[in-house]
């Protein structure tokens, strides 16, 4: 009955860690899956408003202003989505340099596009600079949420180790166990055999 009381307790701690190392995994890579789908999404989505300002530069300004537009549109869609995914985690201050970044690229890049594909060195020049500034945000953003899934499996593995060392424990506990209550039995069995001798 010992033995089997404590298979149980045994059995159910390691239930409690293994659901608690199912649910914490399963929420942090279905976040973490989003975010780095969503990061995908956005660092194509600001390439593709640089390659509608060089459309504009070969002379075809509407494909061009209706190619950054879809492309602007599916950038923000994105973005909205991190930032609601973020609220309240440390993500939203690599999400606001983001949006900055993005902001100036947007800003530089209307300007020759209303203006009928007007462009300068001076202003290609920058809007790169900024496409480049809004990429980068992008790969810190994504560097950030593989840390994350980094710190998720070596939480895994230690709670997988603590809960192997509960059942090595706990084996141990009821060898010794078994043998106590043994050598208890075999006792109380042999005193009234020897007081009959």
Not at 10 to 17: D, E, F, K
Not at 59 to 78: C, H, N, P, S
Not at 87 to 98: H, I, Q
Not at 151 to 160: F, H, M, N, Q, V
């Amino acid at each position: 009955l010992p033995l089997l009381l404590l298979f149980i307790a045994v059995c159910a701690g390691a239930a409690l860690l293994y659901r608690d190392l199912a649910q914490s995994l399963d929420k942090n890579l279905t976040a973490n899956y989003r975010a780095m789908i969503g990061c995908y999404e956005m660092r194509e989505a600001a390439t593709l408003m640089a390659a509608a300002l060089s459309t504009a530069q070969r002379g075809d300004i509407i494909t061009a202003r209706k190619d950054y537009v879809e492309q602007r549109a599916r950038f923000q869609r994105y973005f909205m989505e991190q930032s609601l995914a973020s609220a309240g985690s440390l993500r939203m201050a690599m999400l606001e340099k983001l949006d900055n970044a993005f902001s100036d690229l947007d800003e530089l890049a209307r300007v020759p596009l209303d203006r009928g594909g007007d462009f300068t060195v001076a202003s290609l020049r920058d809007t790169e600079t900024s496409l480049f500034r809004v990429l980068k945000a992008v790969e810190t953003l994504n560097h950030s949420d593989y840390g994350e899934v980094q710190k998720s499996a070596e939480k895994s593995a230690k709670i997988a180790r603590i809960s192997i060392d509960l059942l090595f424990a706990a084996m141990v506990c009821a060898v010794l166990l078994s043998l106590y209550l043994s050598f208890r039995l075999a006792r109380s069995f042999l005193q009234p055999i020897q007081l009959l001798t």
